[in-house]
């Protein structure tokens, strides 16, 4: 069977980044937003229009829960990740290390066979 060709890889990129964080504790939107772009060093800069829904598909798939929490006068939506979520994110490390390793196979060169 083919494989199917990637023409939107990178739209996994978002759900990586945020299931990582979430790893490490819970956290709401915006301050993933903010510790995406500091992790990167700007290079990846993702808006709230951008987290908002990937964090509610994420929940609707059991990967994610929520709850509300009042801070400083605000009410805050925290997420963390469940075992669903952690799994998802094993996978998704595999499949990116892979992609990764296929792009620098690429970008080094001269490992292609010529089409004659």
Same mark, same amino acid.
């Given at each position: 069977m083919a494989r199917e060709p990637n023409p939107s890889f990178m739209a996994g990129v978002p759900e990586l980044m945020i299931l990582r964080l979430l790893q490490d504790r %819970?956290?709401?939107? $915006? %301050?993933?937003?903010?510790?995406?772009?500091?992790?990167?060093?700007?290079?990846?800069?993702?808006? %709230?229009?951008? !987290?908002?829904?990937?964090?509610?598909?994420? %929940?609707?798939?059991?990967?994610? *829960?929520?709850?509300? *929490?009042? !801070?400083?006068?605000?009410?805050?939506? $925290?997420?963390?990740?469940?075992? *669903?979520?952690?799994?998802?994110?094993?996978?998704?490390?595999q499949t990116w290390t892979t992609l990764a390793g296929a792009i620098q196979s690429v970008l080094k060169g001269g490992r292609h066979v010529p089409v004659v």
């Open positions: %819970e956290m709401y939107g $915006y %301050e993933i937003v903010q510790a995406i772009r500091a992790e990167t060093g700007d290079a990846v800069i993702l808006g %709230e229009g951008v !987290v908002y829904p990937v964090l509610h598909g994420l %929940e609707r798939d059991g990967a994610l *829960k929520s709850r509300r *929490k009042n !801070v400083g006068g605000r009410s805050r939506v $925290y997420y963390t990740l469940t075992a *669903k979520g952690a799994r998802r994110f094993g996978d998704l490390v």
